[in-house]
């Protein structure tokens, strides 16, 4: 690998394993705050949207033109729709009926199976939209390392909710903190898997509208 691929996959790793810190924020509170929980996912998710639209996909648009900027960005969001659209929602049924303790039991193991499983379908889906976060991370950095550095800063800061969402139901279904922590940062190594397949398939001396391009359908699948 050329230095600037090891530079996009330092980054790249520092965004991916921020999951990790998500999920430490998870095993070490006993009961974590979810109001916090929520204000730093409203603030991670503005940060993404202001580094697509005002970022990304403005480049993209000054670059090479409004119609091919905004092509390349909405190419980027319909791709992700249908990719999103083969991952089941993860829906928890709800139920008040008290039964006997068997019964309870009975139904505390499978409420617990139905939040294990929210949080595998919250995994896969948390790994399929950190790859093209990887491919952001590369592409920036071919553009140039501050823009690189923005982007996997931009991404560290996003991943930690998004490691928070993937721990809390593992934990609270298994009551392991290895397992959460480590689903949590499985989740996050689909970004840096993403730099290494994108640096293989294309090459580095991309034309400009190209990288262009591409930085701006990658900021749609960021909105998405």
């Known amino acids: 690998m050329d230095s600037q691929v090891m530079v996009a996959l330092a980054l790249s790793l520092v965004g991916g394993f921020s999951t990790s810190l998500g999920a430490l924020f998870v095993i070490l509170n006993q009961a974590p705050n979810l109001k916090m929980l929520g204000l730093l996912q409203g603030f991670a998710a503005g940060l993404m949207l202001s580094i697509s639209f005002l970022d990304l996909a403005h480049n993209a648009m000054n670059s090479i033109g409004f119609l091919k900027g905004n092509l390349w960005f909405f190419a980027g969001v319909i791709f992700f729709a249908v990719v999103a659209n083969f991952i089941p929602e993860p829906i928890l049924s709800q139920s008040s009926e008290k039964n006997s303790d068997e019964g309870g039991k009975d139904m505390m193991k499978k409420h617990r199976r139905q939040v294990l499983f929210s949080g595998i379908i919250t ?81 580095s001396n991309l034309s400009p509208e190209i990288l262009e391009g591409l930085l701006g359908s990658v900021g749609g699948v960021m909105a998405f």
């Open 123 to 203: 995994a896969i889906g948390i790994s399929l939209h950190n790859f093209p976060e990887g491919m952001a991370v590369f592409l920036g950095s071919m553009k140039g390392l501050r823009v690189g550095f923005n982007l996997a800063l931009a991404i560290a800061l996003h991943n930690i909710p998004e490691g928070v969402a993937v721990a809390l139901p593992v934990y609270f279904a298994t009551q392991s903190k290895w397992q959460a922590f480590k689903l949590a940062t499985l989740s996050g190594f689909a970004e840096p898997l993403g730099v290494v397949i994108v640096a293989y398939l294309f090459p």
